[in-house]
């Protein structure tokens, strides 16, 4: 598994109110299960989580880390585990309630290489949380040229058809010319109706299915290097799929549901959307949405793993993003469209640990990722759910709605002096936003919100003028505007103590401060607000 492109960059553009791309959203990861060698995740339309395990055994997680004894099901006697082989994608009939039909895509240990194999398996007759390793009826299988390069993903869409994902067969650079060779299966996306009695038939819709060129009538996609992981988003079958790259480029391709017009996405001529070999495509190329980049080439990433639009209803924010991962960075990336026909790529939860192998989905379409490397299952969560605050007003006063640990507030985007409380006396008109942070550091921010002062003599920012210097006697200070109401001054030595402080009357522009009982020395003169909070200030002397 390996690939990349140029980032799309994530930017939050809001005018008063207005927010032209999404928030982002920070994930969280719960630990759910400890699985070792954890491949692929899905669901048998219950409460139950299935996960395959790469040397061959499927394992049930039935709550958070409560994985059932014995094993679903072990069919490490007929698989090839070695590198990018073994058990590698799982999925269950769309009757699997009431027929007890699972298909398995694994490397069987019947060829030099290994040989790709597509079965159907049923669970046992009396326990569901078994499955009946002698129940085996091979759908397909396909021999492989190369260990590498193997594919993986098998998903049934919501028309209720197979996809599966098959890599290019290797080895480095498509040797054999196999991914714009539509005359085999390798480097593709097939699409097959399983039929009761274990073979399989061509949906009648199929790009392919009446061509008279030799194409394979299962391709539903092809020009791709490897598919190992993708996705079907339920709400309109859109085919997602993270192809792993060659040594530049990861890429994520994406394809309308019900376009059935056979599409190529590039590979070996292109590889994202940059010329690889030197060649003619077999028909038109179907661009990736994004790519990203190896470290060759400036990035990070290695093996993208192509993921799952998020349908559930436990996060909101998450709602119809595409989520995806790569197998040495570890992060977890968001894709959500711009409103231009173009995607803003978020990185949503950087993590710290390599390995991620495949993003998956419970019967209610909350997510979940396996960790290959690690040997664990985590469940993905909105870390920061919470709404942003309102701004609540009440005359001149602003009132954060949220109860937080901290608030910064902004006027026209600039900090608003001694802004670090709840409630704020707005005495400048103009743009207000909050920012809060909650007990987990989650941080939020407000809408804009305009708030013209009643404080008309506090309009503009005061700045104070403070002479002579040194004082001996009288201070004089001017301010350039008129004092807000419930304004003081104070004069702090140099230790930080308190040696004078007074009101200043309402509209002052001018104060005389006494300084004979003072020392000599320097001193800090503050104009402050009611709450304390610092209007102006300046540094002075009394020489005595």
Not at 81 to 103: C, H, I, K, T, W
Not at 214 to 230: D, T
Request: net charge negative.
């Amino acid at each position: 598994m390996k690939k990349g492109k140029h980032l799309l960059t994530a930017c939050i553009i809001v005018a008063h109110g207005t927010a032209v791309a999404q928030e982002p959203v920070e994930l969280e990861l719960v630990p759910w299960a400890q699985i070792s060698t954890a491949i692929d995740l899905t669901h048998a339309g219950d409460n139950r989580l299935f996960v395959p395990r790469q040397w061959g055994g499927i394992s049930i997680v039935h709550d958070s880390m409560v994985v059932g004894s014995p094993l679903f099901m072990d069919i490490t006697s007929r698989v090839l585990y070695s590198g990018e082989r073994g058990l590698l994608g799982m999925a269950f009939d769309p009757g699997y309630a009431s027929n007890g039909f699972f298909y398995l895509q694994y490397t069987s240990n019947t060829s030099t290489y290994g040989t790709t194999r597509i079965s159907r398996f049923s669970r046992d007759a009396v326990n569901p949380n078994i499955g009946d390793p002698n129940s085996e009826h091979v759908l397909l299988e396909l021999v492989q040229p190369d260990p590498i390069h193997q594919g993986g993903g098998l998903v049934f869409g919501p028309d209720g058809y197979l996809y599966c994902g098959l890599g290019d067969g290797g080895g480095a650079g498509d040797p054999n010319g196999t991914g714009q060779d539509p005359s085999n299966l390798f480097g593709t996306i097939i699409r097959i109706k399983p039929e009761p009695d274990s073979t399989y038939s061509i949906p009648p819709d199929n790009p392919f299915v009446d061509s008279l060129n030799g194409e394979r009538p299962e391709i539903w996609a092809y020009g791709l290097r490897n598919p190992f992981r993708f996705g079907i988003d339920p709400l309109n079958g859109d085919l997602w799929i993270g192809d792993v790259g060659q040594q530049l480029w990861e890429e994520i391709d994406r394809w309308p549901g019900g376009d059935n017009s056979g599409p190529n996405f590039g590979w070996s001529c292109y590889e994202g959307d940059s010329a690889f070999n030197a060649c003619v495509p077999a028909g038109p190329v179907q661009w990736p949405i994004v790519t990203q980049a190896h470290a060759i080439n400036g990035g990070s990433f290695c093996a993208i793993i192509g993921g799952e639009v998020y349908r559930g209803a436990l996060w909101p924010r998450m709602q119809g993003r595409f989520f995806y991962t790569d197998y040495c960075t570890g992060g977890i990336r968001t894709l959500t469209p711009d409103g231009n026909g173009g995607y803003v790529d978020q990185l949503a939860l950087p993590v710290p640990f390599p390995g991620m192998s495949s993003i998956g989905t419970d019967v209610n379409g909350e997510l979940f990722i396996t960790n290959l490397s690690q040997g664990r299952v985590y469940k993905i969560k909105d870390k920061c759910p919470m709404a942003p605050p309102a701004i609540l007003a009440d005359a001149n006063d602003l009132i954060a709605t949220s109860d937080a640990e901290a608030y910064a507030w902004f006027v026209d985007g600039e900090p608003f002096p001694g802004g670090d409380t709840q409630t704020i006396y707005a005495w400048l008109s103009g743009d207000y936003t909050v920012q809060v942070t909650y007990a987990n550091g989650c941080v939020k921010t407000s809408e804009p919100y305009f708030h013209l002062s009643t404080e008309v003599e506090a309009v503009e920012r005061i700045a104070m003028h403070a002479f002579p210097q040194p004082a001996s006697a009288q201070l004089q200070v001017v301010l350039t505007a008129g004092a807000p109401a419930r304004a003081s001054y104070r004069l702090l030595d140099l230790t930080g103590r308190v040696v004078k402080q007074e009101r200043v009357a309402r509209g002052a522009r001018q104060l005389s401060i006494d300084v004979r009982d003072l020392v000599s020395g320097g001193y800090l003169l503050e104009l402050l607000w009611a709450d304390g909070a610092r209007i102006a200030a300046q540094r002075i002397s009394v020489m005595r």
